[in-house]
């Protein structure tokens, strides 16, 4: 299994996560976050943001969905303007429901 955190614009949330359903993938978390790439923030005349408004996703999927989430996200997610984002992977190592205390998988 893999972990997925995608930073995206907040605008392109309901797209990305419409194009996640139709790619077979519903279950997610979203956080909104600040943050700031390679362009260092934003200049609007002489007032510099250098801590923009994003949102972040965090998907664990399994590895036969890893690609089809990634296109999902970036068919979405895609302006062509710098900050579109960025999106990350890790192997996830088991995961446990916290109700139950139950090992859902282990992964290897």
Do not use: H, N
Not at 94 to 104: D, E, P, S
């Amino acid at each position: 299994m893999k972990l997925i955190r995608a930073i995206i614009r907040p605008d392109r949330e309901e797209t990305v996560v419409k194009q996640l359903e139709q790619a077979g993938i519903v279950s997610l978390t979203k956080t909104d976050v600040l943050g700031r790439g390679q362009q260092r923030g934003i200049q609007v005349g002489a007032t510099v943001y250098d801590e923009i408004p994003k949102l972040q996703l965090l998907l664990v999927v399994e590895d036969a969905q890893v690609e089809r989430a990634i296109a999902a996200i970036e068919g979405a997610a895609k302006t062509g303007q710098p900050g579109d984002g960025k999106i990350f992977i890790s192997p996830v190592e088991a995961t446990y429901t916290i109700r139950t205390g139950q090992k859902v998988t282990e992964c290897s």
